[in-house]
């Protein structure tokens, strides 16, 4: 019956076909095709995770969890902490968004509030996208030629001032971590403004139109409707950002001056996970590229955490209005 | 004034005593104003300082960078150290090769696993499952990428027995690139107006030809544009490539050994204590930025133009 569709008399004019089994063949090949390409991305993850622990099994059985509280980083007598770095990863990346986070959401409500004209706001939108651009490897470049020999005199003024606190107890010379914290703000600065405008800009009309049409100011507004309502997605990109912080590596390899002896001093060289990894890894070989992997395991699993945390927050966090 | 009844307390009080009369003129003096301006001046303070950096860094590169620019830059290989001249042509060569390798990789599997996640997979545990796992993979840090092809290509040397080699930074670079493809490729497919992929099923398409010669090409600008970004955060990045790519002071030798690329030469460079190393450093950063920039505005104008279309 199915072939009675036929029009009588006009035989050309519609004809059922049926589907080549060569068809069907593409067809479900292509299907299992992106499957297997889509199941990539988790044998990638996967073999990441793998590759990285099955490297650092070794460090992990001889160092234990007193790799994470030493700073001993000894090739000669094959002795590895890797605190130094680790500190130095925690605290030039959450300084530097304590630095960026005010001054990225700063930009984003003067790009979204309607406080300029529309081509000056779209251009300085531009421009910070822009920024986001630049490779790390040239922020780097010039951290070390321009950033770093203009800050110095202000960081040797913060050393004469607050010279009795450990945090700047160390005269500055060239690369340490505050030049490093400082070219971390340059580097998250565009993906919190990214993400806090794109946040800003969903706020619905209506809660602008309702908080002015009770008599607040611009500010008013601002501060107590529109943060209040993008503040989950604000956070999320927040602590995006500082996945992207810890794990940022050529500026700061070139800036932060690597030095293996731990100093709690901010104007000292320091190191972090990632900077360490650049400049040993190439060279390292034996018990050494295992503490090295090690070290790579706890950045890895460092910014799974802060990642998984910035969706649990954009979840959790969301207001329903 | 009892709360649990606050209209019966309202009953006696006359407008006048319950809101002060104030003049309906805008009084800039007011504390409230003059908070505003403050604000307001506080973020613009923060955008001028949000968008210094980007000017300053622009310039130098430009001037710095601008100032070797010659022909030669292009046909030259790096001075040893300690010499001057040069160029660095076979860093601009390498970096096209490791680029071309990544996207090579990265562009067909991540717009296949995008297709599966919006097209076939109707959002069950697994895609989800990759959707997260993309999340993932696009958080982790560069470097770590580059560990892990150490891992599995150089250190192994699966590749005609060589350990360094072009095709390792390629690979490293494609790991970094794959979510961002996906992404795209997944958000640019949930754009498509669900009545084309009707209206191909009722011609009698099959679901291959719907989504190669309807869907996907319906969904081709924002792919595109996601791709022309990848691409140029692909070609700038350095972590990934220090210990694949390695470096050479050579022309390219072949996929399959060690290569330049100018992201790791100005690494290189910049560190040594030579001035002819550290110019050349400024000139490649003049490429390289120039390349960027230029891939960038081209994404936002393809994007640009779609839209008015």
């Given at each position: 019956?199915?072939?009675?569709?036929?029009?009588?008399?006009?035989?050309?004019?519609?004809?059922?076909?049926?589907?080549?089994?060569?068809?069907?063949?593409?067809?479900?090949?292509?299907?299992?095709?992106?499957?297997?390409?889509?199941?990539?991305?988790?044998?990638?993850?996967?073999?990441?995770?793998?590759?990285?622990?099955?490297?650092?099994?070794?460090?992990?059985?001889?160092?234990?969890?007193?790799?994470?509280?030493?700073?001993?980083?000894?090739?000669?007598?094959?002795?590895?902490?890797?605190?130094?770095?680790?500190?130095?990863?925690?605290?030039?990346?959450?300084?530097?968004?304590?630095?960026?986070?005010?001054?990225?959401?700063?930009?984003?409500?003067?790009?979204?509030?309607?406080?300029?004209?529309?081509?000056?706001?779209?251009?300085?939108?531009?421009?910070?996208?822009?920024?986001?651009?630049?490779?790390?490897?040239?922020?780097?470049?010039?951290?070390?030629?321009?950033?770093?020999?203009?800050?110095?005199?202000?960081?040797?003024?913060?050393?004469?001032?607050?010279?009795?606190?450990?945090?700047?107890?160390?005269?500055?010379?060239?690369?340490?971590?505050?030049?490093?914290?400082?070219?971390?703000?340059?580097?998250?600065?565009?993906?919190?403004?990214?993400?806090?405008?794109?946040?800003?800009?969903?706020?619905?009309?209506?809660?602008?139109?309702?908080?002015?049409?009770?008599?607040?100011t611009r500010w008013g507004?601002?501060?107590?409707?529109?943060?209040?309502?993008?503040?989950?997605?604000?956070?999320?990109?927040?602590?995006?950002?500082?996945?992207?912080?810890?794990?940022?590596?050529?500026?700061?390899?070139?800036?932060?001056?690597?030095?293996?002896?731990?100093?709690?001093?901010?104007?000292?060289?320091?190191?972090?996970?990632?900077?360490?990894?650049?400049?040993?890894?190439?060279?390292?070989?034996?018990?050494?590229?295992?503490?090295?992997?090690?070290?790579?395991?706890?950045?890895?699993?460092?910014?799974?955490?802060?990642?998984?945390?910035?969706?649990?927050?954009?979840?959790?966090?969301?207001?329903?209005? | 004034?009892?709360?649990?009844?606050?209209?019966?307390?309202?009953?006696?009080?006359?407008?006048?005593?319950?809101?002060?009369?104030?003049?309906?003129?805008?009084?800039?003096?007011l504390?409230r104003n003059r908070l505003n301006r403050l604000f307001t001046?506080?973020?613009?303070?923060?955008?001028?300082?949000?968008?210094?950096?980007?000017?300053?860094?622009?310039?130098?590169?430009?001037?710095?960078?601008?100032?070797?620019?010659?022909?030669?830059?292009?046909?030259?290989?790096?001075?040893?150290?300690?010499?001057?001249?040069?160029?660095?042509?076979?860093?601009?060569?390498?970096?096209?090769?490791?680029?071309?390798?990544?996207?090579?990789?990265?562009?067909?599997?991540?717009?296949?696993?995008?297709?599966?996640?919006?097209?076939?997979?109707?959002?069950?545990?697994?895609?989800?499952?990759?959707?997260?796992?993309?999340?993932?993979?696009?958080?982790?840090?560069?470097?770590?990428?580059?560990?892990?092809?150490?891992?599995?290509?150089?250190?192994?040397?699966?590749?005609?027995?060589?350990?360094?080699?072009?095709?390792?930074?390629?690979?490293?670079?494609?790991?970094?690139?794959?979510?961002?493809?996906?992404?795209?490729?997944?958000?640019?497919?949930?754009?498509?107006?669900?009545?084309?992929?009707?209206?191909?099923?009722?011609?009698?398409?099959?679901?291959?030809?719907?989504?190669?010669?309807?869907?996907?090409?319906?969904?081709?600008?924002?792919?595109?544009?996601?791709?022309?970004?990848?691409?140029?955060?692909?070609?700038?990045?350095?972590?990934?490539?220090?210990?694949?790519?390695?470096?050479?002071?050579?022309?390219?030798?072949?996929?399959?050994?060690?290569?330049?690329?100018?992201?790791?030469?100005?690494?290189?460079?910049?560190?040594?204590?030579?001035?002819?190393?550290?110019?050349?450093?400024?000139?490649?950063?003049?490429?390289?930025?120039?390349?960027?920039?230029?891939?960038?505005?081209?994404?936002?104008?393809?994007?640009?133009?779609?839209?008015?279309?």
């Open positions: 019956m199915t072939t009675d569709f036929r029009p009588s008399g006009d035989a050309d004019a519609f004809t059922l076909r049926r589907r080549p089994p060569a068809e069907k063949l593409v067809d479900t090949g292509f299907r299992q095709l992106t499957l297997a390409l889509a199941s990539l991305v988790a044998v990638v993850l996967l073999g990441i995770f793998l590759v990285v622990f099955d490297g650092a099994r070794e460090a992990i059985g001889q160092f234990g969890l007193r790799f994470l509280t030493t700073s001993a980083w000894d090739p000669v007598n094959e002795e590895y902490g890797a605190f130094t770095a680790i500190y130095g990863t925690l605290v030039t990346a959450i300084l530097s968004l304590v630095i960026a986070v005010p001054l990225g959401l700063g930009t984003a409500i003067l790009i979204t509030e309607d406080m300029l004209p529309r081509a000056l706001r779209d251009g300085v939108g531009l421009m910070v996208e822009l920024l986001a651009a630049i490779p790390s490897v040239v922020l780097g470049l010039w951290a070390i030629f321009v950033m770093e020999p203009a800050i110095r005199p202000a960081l040797q003024l913060i050393h004469t001032l607050l010279g009795w606190s450990p945090l700047f107890d160390t005269v500055p010379q060239g690369p340490g971590m505050a030049p490093a914290i400082l070219i971390l703000v340059v580097m998250v600065l565009p993906i919190i403004t990214a993400i806090s405008r794109d946040a800003l800009n969903q706020v619905p009309i209506e809660l602008r139109q309702g908080a002015y049409g009770v008599g607040t507004a601002i501060f107590s409707v529109i943060l209040p309502a993008a503040i989950s997605a604000i956070t999320g990109g927040v602590m995006l950002a500082l996945g992207r912080a810890m794990g940022e590596t050529m500026a700061v390899t070139m800036i932060i001056g690597n030095a293996m002896n731990f100093s709690p001093s901010l104007l000292a060289p320091g190191n972090t996970i990632a900077s360490m990894l650049a400049n040993q890894f190439g060279e390292a070989d034996g018990i050494q590229v295992s503490a090295l992997m090690y070290a790579a395991l706890i950045l890895m699993l460092l910014t799974f955490a802060v990642n998984v945390m910035a969706q649990w927050v954009v979840r959790r966090l969301s207001l329903r209005y | 004034m009892t709360p649990s009844n606050p209209r019966q307390s309202l009953q006696g009080a006359s407008f006048n005593d319950l809101f002060e009369r104030r003049p309906l003129t805008f009084d800039p003096s504390k001046g506080i973020a613009g303070l923060f955008g001028a300082i949000a968008v210094l950096p980007l000017f300053l860094v622009l310039i130098y590169v430009l001037v710095k960078g601008g100032q070797l620019l010659s022909f030669s830059l292009f046909t030259q290989l790096p001075p040893p150290p300690g010499l001057d001249g040069g160029g660095i042509g076979n860093a601009v060569l390498g970096t096209i090769v490791v680029t071309l390798v990544a996207s090579a990789i990265a562009i067909p599997i991540g717009v296949g696993g995008g297709v599966y996640l919006n097209e076939y997979s109707q959002r069950g545990w697994f895609a989800q499952f990759v959707s997260f796992g993309n999340d993932v993979l696009a958080g982790v840090p560069s470097i770590i990428s580059g560990v892990f092809v150490y891992g599995i290509v150089v250190a192994t040397r699966i590749f005609f027995n060589q350990s360094y080699s072009a095709v390792a930074g390629g690979i490293a670079l494609a790991v970094l690139m794959l979510p961002t493809v996906i992404k795209t490729t997944d958000e640019g497919l949930k754009l498509v107006p669900q009545e084309l992929r009707w209206g191909a099923y009722g011609v009698g398409a099959s679901k291959f030809v719907t989504i190669t010669r309807i869907t996907l090409p319906a969904a081709f600008t924002p792919i595109a544009t996601g791709i022309v970004l990848a691409i140029a955060r692909a070609a700038g990045e350095t972590a990934p490539l220090i210990f694949t790519a390695l470096f050479s002071p050579f022309w390219p030798e072949g996929l399959f050994n060690p290569i330049a690329t100018m992201s790791v030469l100005i690494f290189n460079f910049a560190i040594m204590p030579y001035e002819a190393q550290n110019a050349l450093a400024w000139a490649a950063s003049f490429v390289l930025v120039i390349m960027i920039l230029a891939a960038n505005l081209l994404a936002r104008w393809i994007s640009k133009m779609a839209r008015k279309a």
